[in-house]
């Protein structure tokens, strides 16, 4: 180690550092034989001969794995018939992989044989249907661009110009064209399952299309005159809308008159109880009739009961009229009955005129009720005008807040509750326009307010620089303490008083 000291330091320091790993050959050589002595011993314990660790599969000699030697037990026997149990197997894979690999070259063998043998012997039919194929097929493809260059130009044709042809116009009178019966249908396509022919497929399916693009061209004529004949009426003048308008109305008020006056009268209530009565039948009839019976008579006890407690009298049973009875007892009930009477035919002319007031009350009532409709249309119609011609309404709509508070302070008037049938909004509408009213009001004198206080302003302003004006100037006039004014004027002084100043100088 002596000639470490030539070498350079960083070499020496690399040395010293590998110094524990570097060994000798014999000691190199030993530590290896070492090493795989105690890894056999540790993968495969020695058998006696001195077996060396196990090898993979691929490696291990199948020649003595016939017979299993008893010696072997447990795992290790295990391990040798599950060997050869895959040497077995590998043996027959290769055995089953050459005989196909010779079978497979020998069929294609055969394969390339009958292809040389096919190529020496000319083929005419088969070179000939390919050439009337591709012939068919052009003649097809020259029909089909030809057909789509004509359906080209006619689509680019416009329907308004001379030298197009109006079909949809001429075929408008013509009669549809009578269906194909099923039977037949389904009879052709039964036949026509087994060999199908495309040429007649694309013909049909041409057909089609261009009976599709008709139809599509009808239907747009037929939409565009559609929308003419319902676009003319808009066309009308001012004058017409309004004549037609007013008959409208006319008509309608009418008809909503005959109706309220069929309300108030009893003959069309029970004309129309009569129709009832027929469309439901007989035994329905009689048997609302019987119902009704029932009830008036229950009414006519119920009042003549009410008439004897109203003349003061109680209403008792009769009590049963013994037999032994006699004359003078029986005259004294008849009279008393009669006097009963008496009293009751009173009351019952009193309750009679008493109905005929209330019916013609109620007569009045539906009177008025009709006028007070009528009035009510003829207002909300001209509330309807003058909303859609006056410019106030726009400028001051009337507020949610404001239209609460009326409602809330507002008592229910004549006119709702005697018709439930018009529109409640008629206050409303009036309190809408009271409301643009008063609105405009207030913005006009607000208006008028603000112009005044501005000319006030103004004035007052315009009188600040006249006395300003009249300062600067000396015009302004003052009094003495005499209370006489005095000019206050700085040009005084100068008034016919030139003179002395200059006998002054």
């Known amino acids: 180690m002596d000639h470490l000291g030539s070498l350079p330091e960083p070499i020496e320091a690399l040395q010293q550092s590998l110094q524990p790993y570097i060994k000798q050959r014999q000691q190199v050589e030993t530590i290896r034989r070492t090493l795989a002595l105690h890894l056999s011993q540790h993968v495969n314990p020695p058998l006696g001969d001195g077996e060396l660790a196990s090898r993979p599969l691929s490696l291990v000699h199948t020649n003595g ?294 019916k013609s009350t109620i007569q009045l009532k539906s009177h008025f009720t009709i006028s007070f409709s009528k009035q009510l249309k003829e207002l909300g119609y001209a509330l309807d005008r003058l909303t859609h011609e006056s410019h106030l309404l726009p400028t001051y709509p009337m507020t949610e807040l404001a239209q609460q508070g009326k409602r809330l302070e507002a008592a229910a008037s004549f006119a709702e509750e005697t018709t439930k049938h018009e529109k409640p909004d008629s206050s409303s509408r009036a309190r809408v326009w009271v409301f643009a009213a008063k609105s405009a009001t207030n913005a006009t004198n607000n208006a008028v307010l603000a112009s005044l206080e501005d000319g006030e302003a103004a004035i007052s302003e315009a009188l600040q620089h006249l006395q300003a004006l009249k300062f600067v100037l000396g015009t302004d006039s003052a009094q003495s303490h005499d209370g006489q004014v005095v000019n206050t004027n700085i040009w005084s002084i100068l008034d016919g008083n030139l003179g002395a100043i200059k006998s002054e100088e």
């Open 65 to 358: 794995l016939d017979t299993i030697p008893t010696v072997f037990r447990g795992l290790r026997k295990d391990y040798l018939r599950a060997l050869r149990s895959n040497a077995r197997a590998r043996e027959e894979f290769a055995k089953a992989s050459k005989a196909h690999r010779a079978k497979v070259l020998e069929n294609q063998r055969l394969r390339e044989k009958q292809q040389q043998s096919q190529d020496e012997i000319p083929n005419y039919e088969s070179s000939t249907s390919l050439f009337l194929d591709v012939v068919k097929t052009k003649r097809q493809h020259e029909k089909l661009r030809i057909l789509q260059d004509h359906v080209n130009i006619l689509s680019r044709m416009p329907s308004a110009t001379l030298d197009y042809i109006e079909h949809i116009l001429a075929l408008n009178d013509t009669s549809s064209l009578p269906r194909v019966p099923t039977e037949l249908l389904a009879s052709v396509s039964t036949s026509q399952k087994g060999n199908v022919d495309l040429v007649e497929l694309v013909a049909q399916l041409e057909k089609s299309v261009f009976r599709a693009k008709l139809q599509l061209k009808r239907e747009q004529t037929l939409l565009a005159r559609i929308r003419n004949e319902t676009d003319a009426p808009a066309k009308s003048s001012p004058a017409q809308k309004f004549q037609a308008l007013a008959a409208t109305r006319n008509e309608l008020i009418n008809w909503i008159e005959t109706e309220l006056s069929k309300a108030g009268e009893t003959e069309n209530e029970d004309s129309n109880k009569e129709s009832e009565y027929q469309v439901k039948g007989r035994d329905y009839m009689e048997n609302r009739i019987s119902m009704v019976a029932a009830q008036y008579n229950r009414y006519l006890k119920a009042r003549q009961a009410l008439i004897i407690v109203a003349a003061g009298q109680t209403v008792q049973q009769p009590p049963a009229e013994p037999d032994h009875m006699d004359d003078s007892a029986r005259k004294g009930a008849l009279k008393n009955m009669g006097t009963a009477l008496d009293v009751s035919s009173y009351y019952i002319e009193n309750l009679m005129s008493l109905a005929n007031e209330q």
